[in-house]
Structure formats: C-alpha cells, structure tokens
C-alpha cells in the first residue's frame, strides 16, 4: 500500500509539472560594466525575476548599441538597452558599415528611458576649448562600430571635419579612453552617456579636465539634420570639478525587443516596469528618476514599437506618433 502511495504521489508530481507553464528565458543586452546600461539592465532583470513567475531574465554586459541591435535580430537577445540612432540606422539599414544593405527589421522599441548626452571631455592643458581646435590633436572617438563612434563622425561633420583632421582617431573600450586622458596619452574623448556616468565622475575626480559645449549654431544644424538629436544642457556641478554647465546633443537611450516576442509578454514587462513597479524602476539610476516619464516614453523613439507596448500606451491614452507606430 506504502509503494502504491509512493507511485501515485510521483505521478501526481509528474502530473503537476507537465501542467506547470514552461518558463519564459530572457536575455537582457546591456553595455561595459562602467558605463549606465549594464545596471539597468540588471535592475530590470531584478525586478522581471521578481515578479513574473514564468519569466527568468539575465542581463549581460555586451559591446553596446550596436552589437544589442544585431543580436535582438538574430535571437541572441531578446531586450536590450540601445542608443536611438544606432536604432534607426539598424532599422533602415544605413549608415552603419555592419548593416548597410542588412536592416534589422525585427527590431522593435518599447520605451524611451532617458537622454544621454554626447560628453566632451578634454585636458585642461590641452587648450581645447571647442571641437574645432581638435584639429592636429589626439582624441579618443568612439569604440570601432559604437554609436559614440557615429555620433562623433556627425560632429564632426557638422564642423567640416573628420577623422582624417586629427593627428590620431583614437578607438577602444571606453573605461581604457579616460584612464588614457587622466594619463595626457590623449588630448580629449567624446562618449555618449547618461548624465552622471561614473565614467566622468572619475575622469573629473582624477584628471584636469573640462567638459566642452557645442556652440548654438552646430547644436541647431546637427538638431536640424539628424532628428533624433536633441539639445541638452548639463548643470555645473553635475561632475566633481565642474564649474561650468555645458551643452551638448543627445540621443536617447531606448528599451528595444524582437517583434518575435508575444504581444502578452512585451505588455506584461512594460507594464510592471512603467507602472506597477515604476518607482522601483526609476531607483535602478539616478538618471531614470531624474528623466523617466512613461507619459514621455516616445519621446526620441526612432523605430516601430511592439505591439505589446502600444497596447499599454493605448490603455494609459498615450498618444503613439505615426512613424512609430507598431506594424505587425
């Protein structure tokens, strides 16, 4: 009687977890450790593995941008933190030598979660004062590929530049850049990050370093030209050291997915993290209480949004742009 006890509770445990709902995996693409990506990324994942008991989801340090939008494409990922240039390239396929002719078509938007400004940084015994008087010099531009990379290029030529006026085009991980300005092996960087990256909060502690504006003329044209820009303005002591605000243009950091995720499961994130859980969310970084605003969470979107995050926009009577809206 014991042994028929014994089989019986086995089957009704097979039973039980053959009714179970498989588990849903969820690779998150972030950027480097040092930089803002990566810990929201994790926090997300934090408050996914939290909360939705069907769902298991990893955040990762990758390459960035770029690399997050290829491998939301091919399946490698399945949310990722992603610049909305590097979007909008990936998506129409331009620009960008790695998808040239190669859009990443099932790439999807679900949220804008706060501007990221394209910092300048030079040495103070530079004398570089303004981008034009980086000609002859030696300055970190962007990791190969990056969208820092192609933010720099676009100043440049809002300038009447290019690499080619430097004395070198310095490319790498950005975490090696300030370490080689702090040294003067580099005159000045350009990196597009949150406001308060522990990047710059570290450059400025350790090195003689000054934050350069873009004057209003080329802040107007590169806004005129590539319409995901827009102007920021960083107040004095956002950075230790830091006398002075500084302007400069910003992209928008994006939460992106796959259009081959379920429209159930896109709408279940986004509303546990832009409403439920919205004030866990926004204390992941500073820069997501500062600028996160679900009501404002199209602003910068450069690409279609999933449908599962029109839904939760629709039912919050955000109005979603034309150009953005979901085409599945």
Avoid: W
């Amino acid at each position: 009687m014991k042994k028929v006890s014994l089989v019986l509770t086995a089957l009704l445990g097979l039973t039980l977890m053959a009714l179970a709902p498989a588990k849903t995996f969820i690779t998150i693409g972030s950027g480097g450790y040092t930089g803002t990506y990566y810990p929201v990324a994790v926090g997300i994942a934090k408050i996914i593995n939290s909360n939705m008991r069907d769902v298991r989801a990893n955040a990762i340090s990758t390459g960035g941008s770029l690399f997050n939008v290829i491998a939301i494409e091919t399946g490698n990922q399945q949310l990722a933190m992603a610049q909305n240039d590097t979007c909008y390239y990936a998506y129409t396929g331009t620009v960008i030598e790695k998808v040239i002719g190669k859009p990443t078509k099932r790439l999807r938007g679900i949220a804008s979660l706060y501007p990221q400004p394209i910092h300048i940084i030079a040495r103070r015994d530079s004398k570089i004062r303004s981008v034009a008087d980086m000609r002859g010099r030696k300055i970190y531009v962007g990791d190969i590929g990056s969208g820092t990379e192609q933010s720099t290029k676009l100043i440049f030529k809002a300038y009447g530049m290019s690499f080619k006026d430097l004395a070198e085009a310095v490319h790498g991980k950005a975490s090696q850049a300030v370490q080689m300005l702090v040294n003067g092996d580099i005159d000045a960087m350009f990196f597009s990050a949150a406001v308060g990256s522990s990047a710059f909060v570290q450059a400025a502690e350790k090195g003689n370093v000054i934050f350069l504006s873009i004057d209003q003329e080329h802040l107007d044209k590169l806004e005129r030209n590539y319409p995901f820009y827009s102007q920021l303005t960083v107040p004095a002591g956002t950075y230790p050291k830091q006398k002075q605000p500084f302007t400069s243009v910003a992209i928008h950091s994006l939460l992106v997915t796959s259009a081959d995720l379920p429209e159930d499961l896109v709408y279940s994130v986004a509303k546990l993290l832009f409403v439920d859980k919205v004030q866990e969310f926004k204390r992941i970084k500073p820069v997501l209480k500062q600028y996160f605003d679900v009501h404002k969470a199209l602003e910068g979107m450069s690409i279609p949004i999933h449908k599962g995050a029109a839904k939760l926009y629709r039912e919050l009577h955000i109005k979603i742009p034309a150009r953005v809206a979901p085409i599945d």
